[in-house]
């Protein structure tokens, strides 16, 4: 076989990709209609959400590793336009309807009024929710949401009351594949997402950046991402 003939395996690998997303795109609304019916139970109920939920996380993952591929390939499509940050917020809520609605996690939404930023909406969307699902999934009682300003910035904020993270994940920011260790159950590959998406949002010398948190005592952990 040419050179010219030979298979790009990873080109390969993106397009199945593609193809799956599309795929889950439809079984995830096929779950969505099932879940709407009149003769399911409480318990029928949280299992079609349970469902949902481990069909969005293939579904992210599989985001995930698409755009990092692009990302790699310098063919990232990074569209950056003034949004609503109330319009965002709740599109990343709407996304987790199902799993909010059969678990017993208290929410607390704090989003200035007419609060409006600079970024991707569909990247930040997938980026805040899969942060939003993994904090639900860690949570004991409470979730909280927050988005406002701070200098040059503008932040958004998701805390939960869990353990907090594992403390490989802390240092993100320091090393390009700090969290990424699939040997350790979390592979961090949603942080390696969140960090790319985060330094493709950039001002003039300013970039964004991710963080992560863990509060005293076991007691939760606090994500934050900076959009300039």
């Not at 298979?7 to 889950?24: C, E, G, P, Q, R």
């Not at 899969?130 to 860690?138: E, G, P, V, Y």
């Not at 998701?158 to 979390?186: C, I, S, W």
Request: negative net charge.
């Amino acid at each position: 076989m040419k050179n010219n003939e030979q298979l790009d395996f990873s080109t390969m690998l993106a397009t199945s990709i593609h193809d799956m997303k599309n795929s889950l795109a439809m079984v995830l609304q096929s779950i969505e209609d099932l879940d709407l019916a009149d003769n399911l139970t409480t318990t029928q109920h949280k299992s079609v959400s349970n469902l949902h939920y481990q069909t969005s996380r293939i579904n992210s993952t599989l985001m995930q590793l698409l755009a990092l591929y692009r990302e790699e390939k310098k063919q990232l499509p990074v569209v950056i336009e003034e949004n609503a940050v109330d319009e965002l917020v709740t599109d990343v809520l709407e996304r987790n309807r199902l799993y909010l609605n059969s678990h017993h996690i208290k929410l607390s939404v704090k989003v200035e009024n007419n609060l409006r930023g600079y970024y991707d909406v569909d990247l930040i969307s997938y980026l805040l929710s899969d942060i939003l699902i993994n904090a639900l999934r860690h949570a004991k009682s409470e979730v909280i949401i927050r988005a406002y300003y701070q200098d040059q910035f503008l932040l958004f904020e998701v805390e939960d009351d869990g353990e907090g993270y594992p403390h490989y994940m802390l240092n993100v920011n320091e090393d390009e594949f700090a969290t990424f260790n699939a040997n350790k159950g979390r592979s961090g590959l949603g942080l390696l997402f969140a960090k790319k998406i985060a330094q493709a949002h950039k001002l003039k010398a300013i970039t964004g950046s991710i963080s992560l948190k863990n509060k005293p005592d076991n007691t939760g952990s606090l994500f934050t991402l900076r959009l300039p």
